[in-house]
C-alpha cells in the first residue's frame, strides 16, 4: 500500500472545520510552549551553575532536553504548516523531516546512556569517577548522533539516488513517505528501529535488575535510580509508538474512516508530544538539587527553599 498517497487522499477528504482547526492548534501550541518553556529553565539552569555542567549524569540530560526541545518546535512548525501553507516544496521539508529523525532516533539511544549511568553509579561507585567523565560523556553524545546520521542519512541518499531532480522542487503534503517515498527506504528503517530498540531494551532491562540486585534494599539512592530506570523505560515505550506510527495510522484510517483527523490528531500528541514532558518530570521535579534551582527561573526569581 502507498501509505503517504493514502494519508494525504484522506486528510483532503476530512479537513477540519475552522473551529476544530483552531482548537488542535491552540491546544499544540499551548503544550509545545509549556514543554519548551520548563525546558528552557532546565537549560538555563544547567547553564548557570557548575555543579551541573561538570556532572555527566546532568550533562546527558541537558542534551536530552535540548534534543527534545529541537523535536517538539519542528513537529509543532509542521503541524501548524500543514493546517496553513499546507504543502512545502520537497527540499525544504526534506530538511525538517531530516532533523525530526535525528532526534527521535537520538531519544531512546540517551536514555540507555542515562539508564548506564544509573547503574555504575549506584553498582559501580569507586569507579564512577574514572569511568563517567566529562570527556567520555562529550565523546558518548557524538556518537549518539553519529550513530542517528547512519540510520537517516541513507534514506537522503538513496532519495536523491532513485528519485528526479523534479520531485525535488514539488510541492508536497510534508510527511516523511512523501519525501523518501522510495519503498526499500520503509524496510530499512524498520529493520533499523527493530534493532534500535532490542538493544535499548536490553540495557533498560540490565541496568534496572542489576541495580535491584546489587544495591542495597534500603539504599535510598538505590530506590532512586531504579524509579529513574523505571521512567527511563517508560519514556522509551513511548518513544516506540514512533516506530509503529505508520502502521497504526493505516489501522485508524480503518477503524475510524469518519473520524481520522481526529485520530490522527490524538496519535500526533500521544507519539510526539507526550513523551517529550517527561524529561522535566525526571530530573526538574525528582531531583532535589535541581528542583531548589529551577524554581528560582520558573517562578520569577524566587529563592528555593
Known sequence: M???????????????????AVTKNVIVVVLSISINYINAGLIHTFCKHQI??????????????????????????????SYTIYKLSVSV???????????TENTPLNLACMAVECYIAICIPLRHVQICTVKRTLMLIGLIWATSMLSVLPDLFITLATEPLDFFN?????????????????????????????IVWVIIFYTYFRI????KAASKDAKKARNTILLHGFQVLLCMTTYIESLLKQALLQWFPKNYTDS??????????????????????????????LKRYLLCGLRPQ
Open 2 to 20: 502507498n501509505t503517504s498517497s493514502t494519508n494525504v487522499t484522506v486528510v483532503i477528504e476530512y479537513r477540519d472545520s475552522f473551529t476544530k
Open 52 to 81: 551541573f555542567n561538570t556532572n555527566p549524569r546532568y550533562i546527558l540530560f541537558f542534551h536530552l532536553v535540548v534534543n527534545d526541545m529541537i523535536q517538539v518546535t519542528l513537529t509543532i512548525t509542521l503541524f501548524l504548516i
Open 93 to 103: 521539508c526534506c530538511i525538517f523531516i531530516l532533523i525530526v529523525l535525528f532526534t
Open 170 to 198: 514539488s510541492k508536497v503534503f510534508c510527511l516523511t513517505d512523501t519525501v523518501f517515498p522510495n519503498p526499500h527506504i520503509l524496510k530499512k528503517r524498520d529493520i533499523t528501529y527493530i534493532i534500535y530498540l532490542v
Open 212 to 215: 535491584i540486585f546489587t544495591a
Open 264 to 293: 490522527l490528531f490524538a496519535t500526533y500528541v500521544i507519539i510526539h508530544i507526550l513523551p517529550r514532558s517527561i524529561s522535566p518530570i525526571i530530573y526538574g521535579v525528582r531531583d532535589k538539587t535541581f528542583r531548589g534551582y
